[in-house]
């Protein structure tokens, strides 16, 4: 709770000083509404603490910058098609074999390998094969069979939607 207001009373000083920094004008209403955001979320951490468990806003905010970071990078691809060479290919299918380390890790897990089959031009992706281990040392070893399988699925769907593939073509591996 101490954190919190201090995240709170942090976060609305900076506010201020950017508000008083920042000149009346076209910028001045974006800021403002994105210093509203920020505090509302801030504000909002206890209550879904209250509700449940505090970390899935953060879990849900990392899952959608991955979201978004892998439409950036496909559009980058299609916008690219005239170029397609070895380099960007290659820099292509690894970054969605670390988006696919991050999406595990939202959900607990540590990525131990990743495999990737992709289609005939590179880009499109067949199958994933993921190997993972939950982290966090004791905790890890009291893990029962339903919430690796309820993890797994998770993991698995979030993959399957981000992907758009079928979760069939999606197999996950725990050691």
């Not at 000083?17 to 979320?41: N, S, T, W």
């Not at 504000?43 to 879904?48: G, H, I, N």
């Not at 131990?112 to 993972?132: N, P």
């Not at 979030?158 to 725990?174: N, Q, V």
Request: charged share 20%; aromatic share 10%.
């Amino acid at each position: 709770m101490i954190q919190w207001l201090k995240t709170l009373s942090g976060s609305i000083c900076i506010v201020t000083i950017l508000m008083h920094l920042i000149p009346d004008g076209r910028f001045a209403k974006y800021v403002r509404f994105y210093a509203g955001l920020l505090l509302f979320l801030i504000m909002l951490q206890p209550v879904l603490e209250f509700l449940g468990d505090g970390n899935e806003l953060d879990h849900y905010l990392q899952l959608e910058f991955l979201r978004e970071e892998y439409y950036d990078l496909e559009s980058a691809a299609e916008g690219l098609s005239d170029l397609k060479n070895d380099q960007i290919l290659t820099a292509y299918q690894s970054e969605i074999s670390r988006q696919v380390s991050e999406i595990a890790s939202a959900y607990g897990l540590d990525a131990i390998s990743v495999e990737i089959e992709f289609g005939e031009d590179g880009y499109s992706i067949e199958t994933i094969s993921l190997t993972v281990e939950a982290t966090g040392g004791e905790e890890a070893a009291e893990i029962t069979e339903p919430e690796i399988t309820e993890v797994a699925a998770m993991t698995r769907d979030e993959i399957a939607g981000l992907y758009l593939i079928p979760t069939a073509r999606i197999s996950i591996i725990w050691l």
